[in-house]
Each structure stands twice: as C-alpha cells, then as structure tokens.
C-alpha cells in the first residue's frame, strides 16, 4: 500500500453543553487541522464528514456541513459512522490515485437532542425497537453476557473508569477528569444492571479534524507526518439476539488485517500506545481481547495487572478515551488524533514516552456492531 | 422563536421534529406478526447452508446471505440468555416504568435469541439461564408486544 501520512489535526474541548453551533465547532476544528498541517483551505482536494441525521436534527446532514468546513466546489461526501470510518474513505480517496490531501470533520452536539430517543430509534422498528432498547440499555445486555461468559467482574470493568478519568487529568480537551476509586464507581447511580453512571461515558458536545496526504504531499509539507501503517475494518450482524454479544470475533478480523498490513505479529509487544473506543467501561476489556492484546476471557486479567497502565507495558487510553468524553461520530477520530499527538511526541503530559507505534480504534452501532483499527507509525 | 439562556447572552432555538412512517413489514415479518396475533405461534426461518433457525424470521441468513424460504415453527419457552434491569426513564419509548427487565431469550428450537420484556418476576431474582415461557397479551394488535413478556416457568 502506498504510505498515507496524517499531517494535520484538530479537537475542540469537549464539553457537556458547548455554546458552539454546528459551524462555530466545525470551522474551528478544520482551521486548527490547517494549522497544525501548515497549509490552506486550498490544499485539500477532498473531504469526508462524518454526521448523523438523527443526532443533528437534520436530515441529509453531510450537507449542511460543507460551507463550514470549506468543502463547496470540492469533492465531499459523507460517511455516516465513526470518524474512523471516515479517516478510512479519506485514505481511499487518496490511495485511489484521484487525490492528494483529504480533510475530514467528525462532530456532535449531545447536548442538542434527547440521547435515548435518538439511541432508541437505532433498533428495528419492524422489531425490538417497541421494548426500549437504547443504547446504555443494550450495552448492559452485552456486559452481563461477557460477565457470565468469562466470569469477569464489576470491580474490574470500574478499573478501566478509575484508570481512563484519572488519564484524563493530563488531558486538556477532555471533559470528565476524575480522580475515584473502585468504590466510587460501584456505588454510583445504577442505570442498567450491571452498569452504573461511572461505567457510561457522558453526553458531549465536540468536533474533531484530521488531514491526511499521500506520501509525496507529505513529506513537502510536514515536519512530523505520521503515518498510516495498517488498517482494518469488520461488521458483526444487526439484531443483538442474532450475535453473540461476548464475541469479539469481528474485531479480531478487523485487527488481523491491520496488524498484517503494519507487519506486526505480536501486537502486545510492538505496539506502545493504543487508544480504543470505550463507551461503556467493560467494552475496553472486550477490546483488548479482540485486538490480541491478551486472550478470549483475558480481559479482566489484564485490567488487573496494570499493564495497560501509564507506566504499563501498554498503556490504553491515556488521553482518557470515551468514558472521558463522548462527542458521538468523533470519538473515534479522537483516538487517531491523540494516537498522533503520541507519535510526535506532543502529547504533553500524557505522553508515552518514546511511542514509535501506536494503535487507533472506532465502533458503530450498538454493542460495537462494526469495528474499524488503525496502526499508526513515526 | 429563540430563548436566551439566563443572562449570557447565548441563545437556543428549542424546536422539535414531528415524523410519522408507516414501515413496510415484508413477507416475512407480515407473516411473523399475522401468526403471532391470530394463532399465538411463534414462527422463525432455517438457512438451507448453516442450518440455523432465526427468531424473528428474517429475509436472508446473515452469516451465509442466502435467502430463507423455510419456516419453522419454535416453542414459546426458552432459556434467558443475558439481561438487564433499567432503572432511567426516556420519554415515549419505554413500554414499561423503570424498574423494568429486558433480556434476550432463546426460544425452544430457535438459534438465535429474542429481545423482551421479563414480567411476573422479583427483579433480583433473575438469573441468566432461567427457564422462561411467553404471555400473551389479550388484545394482540400485531407487533412484538402481542407477547406481554416471559415469565418463570
């Protein structure tokens, strides 16, 4: 595969209730992708944004996005998932040979609608959707079966909470920085058994940017361009009682073909840094299994050990990951940015030290129904 | 009209969407909610590849994407396979007032599992595994709640 470099990024602060509009975070995050870049508006060819209809409250939403993120007279389109996803057609675009430099915006103001309505309506309508599913509802069907699956546990899901808030103190853009304990995490207020509101990442208001080039752009405008080694995408089936929710079967498809793609045969060891998309605390320690980083059922063992740690052998999530801030569609593409802010060395103080290779994960749908892995490398 | 926000000078435009759709249920599923309000029998289909059975009946076999032509009827007990208890309200979607029990349960003769509701049951007395049996309600209307809940056997 041709080498892809990120050459440019940009995050808005994440927040619970932002006084943003839609076109205040997108014109920000994709001036500040510009600058962190070194080029103009006029140097992106392409662009890919990811919003959601339902989220915006407003249909054909990829639409309405374009004057705000200088994409009129330009080849732009939508892709309605994860900003990983989008990252992924951008990649497209460019490996395609058609284009250069491709610029993609992912955002979402939580704060606008009613989340478990719009999360509700991503069921079956002909179906389950009139039993009130949501998504926090259908993540706690998904913990209970990775929990009688594997015999892991609830004090080992409120570990990852307790490990991601504290990373996210070093973390200026994210929204929940917290310093609790286990304890706090198992007496905060039930939602639906086995989760509990300090399992469940928050409702955000949040942009992200990032720039990708083909190699030769690359290296003529970027200092720093990191680039993208491998990449992987797999979907599960739709309705939950089709899957089994314990699986992570798809993941591991999706990781294999990044991990093939970089050349890496033992992803605990050649990889240094890994941010993945933890909407619910017990969906990391599903993750870390599906992406090799321990075995099936390893999950709460490896929670346990502190590998995963700053400090760790493999620290997961220093910037805080989605328990820290969910800005829904761009909390994948989050992952990418700070796995890139991590590969230059910028990552302030929740730098990994010395991270040469650093992985990047997204879901979409319900019970992370599709998957997308990034490796990424200096 | 937009609203201030106290003092701060920002300002929000409250609104709302009003949707109505009228879905299209398919043959399938026509023939899924037609039985299950008329006969209470509860219908799933069988991929001529894998041989699974998948409750609800569905268009093709997700895994093999070959299309399912035979029905299968499965019985209205099953095992519970995973569940949860939700405790939060949402306005208009839920079916029930929280505390309330949904879970997925497969069905004697099914592959797959069925998202429902739990009823006539102590909330923390629900265990994964627990063998279940359909209600019906009394006046079904063709949708997935002609089946109440499942309750203990």
Same mark, same amino acid.
């Given at each position: 595969?041709?080498?892809?470099?990120?050459?440019?990024?940009?995050?808005?602060?994440?927040?619970?209730?932002?006084?943003?509009?839609?076109?205040?975070?997108?014109?920000?995050?994709?001036?500040?992708?510009?600058?962190?870049?070194?080029?103009?508006?006029?140097?992106?060819?392409?662009?890919?944004?990811?919003?959601?209809?339902?989220?915006?409250?407003?249909?054909?939403?990829?639409?309405?996005?374009?004057?705000?993120?200088?994409?009129?007279?330009?080849?732009?389109?939508?892709?309605?998932?994860?900003?990983?996803?989008?990252?992924?057609?951008?990649?497209?675009?460019?490996?395609?040979?058609?284009?250069?430099?491709?610029?993609?915006?992912?955002?979402?103001?939580?704060?606008?609608?009613?989340?478990?309505?719009?999360?509700?309506?991503?069921?079956?309508?002909?179906?389950?959707?009139?039993?009130?599913?949501?998504?926090?509802?259908?993540?706690?069907?998904?913990?209970?079966?990775?929990?009688?699956?594997?015999?892991?546990?609830?004090?080992?899901?409120?570990?990852?909470?307790?490990?991601?808030?504290?990373?996210?103190?070093?973390?200026?853009?994210?929204?929940?920085?917290?310093?609790?304990?286990?304890?706090?995490?198992?007496?905060?207020?039930?939602?639906?058994?086995?989760?509990?509101?300090? $399992? %469940?990442?928050?409702?955000? @208001?949040?942009?992200? &940017?990032?720039?990708?080039?083909? /190699?030769?752009? =690359?290296? !003529?405008?970027?200092?720093?361009?990191?680039?993208?080694?491998?990449?992987?995408?797999?979907? $599960? %089936?739709?309705?939950?009682? @089709?899957?089994?929710? &314990?699986?992570?079967?798809?993941? /591991?498809?999706? =990781?294999? !073909?990044?991990?093939?793609?970089?050349?890496?045969?033992?992803?605990?060891?050649?990889?240094?840094?890994?941010?993945?998309?933890?909407?619910?605390?017990?969906?990391?320690?599903?993750?870390? /299994?599906?992406?090799?980083?321990?075995?099936?059922?390893?999950?709460?063992?490896?929670?346990?050990?502190?590998?995963?740690?700053?400090?760790?052998?493999?620290?997961?999530?220093?910037?805080?990951?989605?328990?820290?801030?969910?800005?829904?569609?761009?909390?994948?593409?989050?992952?990418?940015?700070?796995?890139?802010?991590?590969?230059?060395?910028?990552?302030?103080?929740?730098?990994?030290?010395?991270?040469?290779?650093?992985?990047?994960?997204?879901?979409?749908?319900?019970?992370?129904?599709?998957?997308?892995?990034?490796?990424?490398?200096? | 009209?937009?609203?201030?926000?106290?003092?701060?000078?920002?300002?929000?435009?409250?609104?709302?969407?009003?949707?109505?759709?009228?879905?299209?249920?398919?043959?399938?599923?026509?023939?899924?909610?037609?039985?299950?309000?008329?006969?209470?029998?509860?219908?799933?289909?069988?991929?001529?590849?894998?041989?699974?059975?998948?409750?609800?009946?569905?268009?093709?076999?997700?895994?093999?994407?070959?299309?399912?032509?035979?029905?299968?009827?499965?019985?209205?007990?099953?095992?519970?396979?995973?569940?949860?208890?939700?405790?939060?309200?949402?306005?208009?979607?839920?079916?029930?007032?929280?505390?309330?029990?949904?879970?997925?349960?497969?069905?004697?003769?099914?592959?797959?599992?069925?998202?429902?509701?739990?009823?006539?049951?102590?909330?923390?007395?629900?265990?994964?595994?627990?063998?279940?049996?359909?209600?019906?309600?009394?006046?079904?209307?063709?949708?997935?709640?002609?089946?109440?809940?499942?309750?203990?056997?």
């Amino acid at each position: 595969m041709e080498k892809v470099a990120i050459i440019g990024v940009g995050q808005t602060k994440f927040e619970k209730i932002s006084p943003s509009s839609h076109d205040e975070m997108i014109f920000e995050v994709t001036n500040a992708a510009l600058a962190d870049a070194g080029i103009t508006i006029d140097d992106v060819d392409n662009t890919v944004t990811c919003n959601n209809d339902f989220w915006d409250g407003r249909t054909i939403s990829s639409m309405t996005v374009t004057d705000a993120s200088g994409s009129n007279r330009c080849t732009t389109t939508n892709v309605e998932g994860d900003g990983t996803f989008g990252a992924l057609m951008g990649l497209m675009r460019i490996l395609s040979g058609h284009h250069d430099v491709s610029l993609v915006v992912a955002q979402t103001k939580g704060s606008i609608g009613v989340p478990g309505l719009i999360t509700n309506a991503i069921f079956d309508p002909l179906y389950d959707r009139i039993i009130g599913l949501d998504a926090i509802n259908s993540a706690a069907l998904q913990a209970r079966r990775y929990m009688t699956q594997y015999g892991i546990t609830e004090e080992q899901f409120a570990k990852v909470s307790v490990k991601n808030h504290k990373n996210a103190k070093h973390n200026p853009y994210a929204q929940l920085p917290l310093d609790i304990t286990v304890r706090d995490v198992l007496d905060s207020r039930p939602l639906a058994d086995p989760i509990k509101l300090l $399992d %469940t990442s928050p409702v955000t @208001d949040g942009a992200c &940017a990032v720039i990708l080039a083909r /190699e030769s752009v =690359a290296y !003529k405008l970027c200092r720093k361009p990191v680039w993208i080694a491998g990449v992987g995408h797999c979907s $599960d %089936t739709y309705h939950l009682g @089709d899957r089994d929710l &314990a699986d992570v079967s798809v993941l /591991e498809t999706a =990781a294999m !073909k990044a991990y093939d793609m970089a050349g890496i045969e033992n992803p605990l060891e050649e990889i240094d840094v890994a941010e993945v998309y933890d909407a619910f605390s017990y969906m990391e320690l599903m993750w870390m /299994e599906g992406l090799g980083f321990c075995e099936r059922g390893g999950g709460g063992a490896l929670i346990d050990s502190g590998l995963t740690e700053m400090g760790g052998a493999l620290p997961v999530n220093p910037s805080g990951g989605v328990l820290s801030a969910h800005p829904v569609l761009a909390a994948g593409l989050v992952r990418m940015i700070e796995a890139t802010l991590q590969l230059r060395g910028e990552a302030g103080e929740r730098q990994v030290d010395g991270a040469q290779v650093a992985l990047a994960h997204g879901i979409a749908g319900a019970c992370g129904q599709g998957h997308c892995v990034y490796v990424l490398e200096r | 009209m937009t609203v201030e926000l106290g003092n701060t000078g920002t300002r929000i435009y409250p609104n709302r969407i009003r949707l109505r759709y009228n879905w299209w249920l398919g043959s399938v599923m026509g023939r899924f909610y037609r039985d299950l309000k008329e006969k209470k029998r509860i219908w799933g289909n069988t991929c001529p590849d894998c041989g699974l059975v998948y409750v609800p009946p569905k268009e093709n076999c997700p895994t093999c994407f070959t299309k399912m032509n035979e029905f299968v009827e499965v019985g209205d007990t099953g095992n519970l396979l995973t569940y949860t208890i939700v405790r939060y309200k949402v306005p208009f979607v839920q079916p029930l007032e929280p505390p309330f029990a949904l879970g997925i349960i497969q069905l004697d003769g099914a592959d797959t599992g069925l998202t429902h509701l739990l009823g006539e049951v102590d909330l923390d007395d629900i265990e994964v595994g627990m063998r279940l049996k359909a209600v019906f309600r009394d006046e079904p209307q063709g949708n997935l709640l002609d089946i109440k809940y499942f309750r203990p056997l």
